[in-house]
Nanobody
Framework: QVQLVESGGGLVQAGGSLRLSCAASGGTFSSYAMGWFRQAPGKERKFVLR????????YYADSVKGRFTVSRDNTKNTVYLQMNSLKPEDTAVYYC?????????????????WGQGTQVTVSL
């Protein structure tokens, strides 16, 4: 059983930056690809990006390409989401998720474990 805890959310002005972290415990972190999803009020949870088990492969949704960067430190069991040039439409609860399989998975149902989420609010 893998436990995931996100942190780093908050309120930021448009154009600003935030760095989210997701700390994992209870499993072999390097065995899991990690994804970030977000969910705005009244909307479905959407894929943001994914990083492979080794960190050597990443995949981004078009909406965040060039603004968001994902990285991971398998020695610290942590994955990071650096968000730059934030826009009001980035406002959502951000979730990290772990997937024991390989490949490009963008469907939330393909992920095995989830964190509780952290709120990101971008103001004008």
């Amino acid at each position: 059983q893998v436990q995931l805890v996100e942190s780093g959310g908050g309120l930021v002005q448009a154009g600003g930056s935030l760095r989210l972290s997701c700390a994992a415990s209870g499993g072999t972190f390097s065995s899991y690809a990690m994804g970030w999803f977000r969910q705005a009020p009244g909307k479905e949870r959407k894929f943001v990006l994914r990083i492979s088990q080794s960190g050597g492969s990443t995949y981004y949704a078009d909406s965040v390409k060039g603004r968001f960067t994902v990285s991971r430190d398998n020695t610290k069991n942590t994955v990071y989401l650096q968000m730059n040039s934030l826009k009001p439409e980035d406002t959502a609860v951000y979730y990290c998720a772990a997937d024991r399989d390989m490949g490009i998975h963008t469907n939330p149902q393909q992920y095995d474990y989830w964190g509780q989420g952290t709120q990101v609010t971008v103001s004008l």
